[in-house]
């Protein structure tokens, strides 16, 4: 199977509510040999303020954001296209089941487009920073990585790539930062085989579990900075989250087999933490029990302890079940408290799935011109992509979009993005005063930057107020 390397810029941190600005991927075979590279910038959408700290990371001038051809949407278009060109495929990205992969599903769901083209059609995904912590941990020697100040590995892609002789490439720019991503897994591949033939198995939740399910398995995991690595065993789904339940076993699960209820919910509530959730719709990289004895740290188990307590839980099934009641209960707790009356459309993509109908009227929307897309958005019985669509023809096509509804979002975008309140998103006068605190720790070359978008943002709100009303 073929490896799809990529990586997005971004206008901040927010999947929901801010928006892809640069894509880069690249497409290679099995033995890491370039196929294809592919790469494209975006405008950004009318809605969407970026936040300075973005702009001076990924060094992208609000000019080139607003000038240039490519729309968000058009862009979104576009990699679709692209990853199934290539698909079935790895996709693989640095820090990316956490951010890049959230970043694509939403807007991938916000522009009515399949979200999950990365685990359909045998394709899967994989985190590179999880083979990287793991090797540095396990392989110290195969992986050079600078110490932070409370003596911590520092494995951020612009530091840890030029400390292993991979200098040819531009950080926070998509297509350096996804060469960087491949030149590190091709080190990976050659210095530490084991971890990378981990690294790349199945990792489609079904295979994970199976994986699992009847043996110990390694965790390495990065806790506030400082990697640990935990020897576990599967006791079970999560009733309702469906996360593997799993315990750690370098504590002794003896101790709690005769435990009452008090005693053996301040058990597992204890710090640090018996129980291990592992989401295995995250794609985890999980590794072989025999890595336990491997490492240097200090409460590392040799074989024997493990398959001994490894046993004792699997001779006791009541034991995993009274822990996965406990969850059950906790999570029914939780479920009762949480009010979902605050979630917005952009922030919903987790919350319900779209119907049969809908995906299909959603495949014919593309298929249309913009007229009879600004008909095919009434049919949806899905209220979110009702609103989607009437924002994408907004950006695209708003000559064609009823006046009405024009008069509603121009109203609604001004109102959020003038507001003085504290928001999930970026707000003009939040983005004033980032620019304002940046201002105080510049040079000459950041700050023509800077003024060069508080121009931008004062034109934006003299057209906001004007909306406003």
Not at 40 to 62: F, G, Q
Not at 249 to 273: G, H, M, R, T
Request: glycine share 2%.
């Amino acid at each position: 199977m073929n490896y799809v390397f990529y990586d997005l810029e971004t206008t901040g941190r927010s999947s929901a509510w801010d928006q892809i600005i640069q894509v880069a991927a690249i497409l290679t075979d099995k033995s890491l040999k370039i196929i294809e590279k592919y790469e494209e910038k975006c405008r950004i959408n009318s809605y969407c303020i970026p936040n300075p700290e973005a702009i001076l990371v990924n060094k992208i001038s609000i000019g080139t954001l607003l000038n240039t051809n490519i729309s968000h949407y058009q862009l979104m278009v576009n990699l679709k296209k692209k990853f199934l060109e290539w698909s079935p495929a790895v996709f693989i990205g640095y820090n990316s089941i956490k951010f890049d992969e959230e970043f694509l599903r939403n807007s991938f769901f916000k522009n009515l487009l399949d979200p999950y083209i990365t685990i359909k059609n045998d394709n899967y995904r994989l985190d590179l920073l999880d083979s990287v912590r793991a090797t540095s941990f396990l392989h110290p020697e195969n992986i050079k990585t600078l110490i932070s100040e409370k003596g911590n590995p520092i494995l951020k892609l612009d530091k840890i790539a030029p400390l292993n002789g991979i200098s040819n490439f531009q950080a926070h720019d998509a297509l350096g930062d996804t060469f960087a991503s491949l030149e590190l897994a091709k080190i990976i591949k050659e210095k530490s085989p084991s971890i990378w033939e981990e690294t790349i198995c199945n990792k489609k939740k079904i295979y994970l579990l199976n994986y699992i399910k009847n043996k110990p398995f390694c965790f390495v995991e990065s806790i506030f900075g400082r990697v640990k690595l935990f020897t576990l065993s599967f006791l079970g789904e999560h009733p309702y989250y469906k996360w593997a339940i799993c315990f750690d076993l370098n504590k002794d699960p003896s101790e709690a087999i005769n435990l009452n209820d008090y005693e053996f919910k301040k058990y597992l509530e204890q710090s640090p933490k018996i129980i291990k959730n592992l989401k295995l719709n995250k794609s985890p990289l999980l590794l072989s029990y025999e890595y336990s004895d491997q490492s240097n740290a200090s409460n590392s188990l040799d074989k024997k302890l493990i398959l001994k307590r490894y046993n004792f839980i699997k001779e006791n099934p009541l034991f995993k079940e009274r822990i996965i009641k406990y969850y059950e209960k906790k999570a029914l707790d939780n479920i009762e408290d949480l009010n979902q009356s605050d979630i917005f459309a952009e922030e919903s993509i987790y919350k319900k799935f779209t119907s049969q109908k809908d995906n299909i009227l959603m495949k014919q929307f593309h298929n249309e011109d913009w007229e009879n897309r600004n008909i095919i958005k009434n049919k949806f019985s899905d209220e979110r992509l009702t609103y989607f669509a009437n924002l994408l023809i907004y950006e695209e096509k708003p000559e064609i979009l009823e006046k009405s509804i024009v008069k509603s979002i121009k109203k609604s975008l001004s109102k959020k993005l003038l507001s003085q309140n504290k928001e999930k998103w970026l707000t003009l006068y939040d983005a004033y005063k980032k620019i304002d605190d940046l201002r105080e720790k510049c040079d000459n070359n950041t700050l023509e930057t800077l003024n060069e978008f508080n121009g931008y943002l004062e034109l934006l709100e003299k057209q906001l107020q004007i909306n406003k009303v």
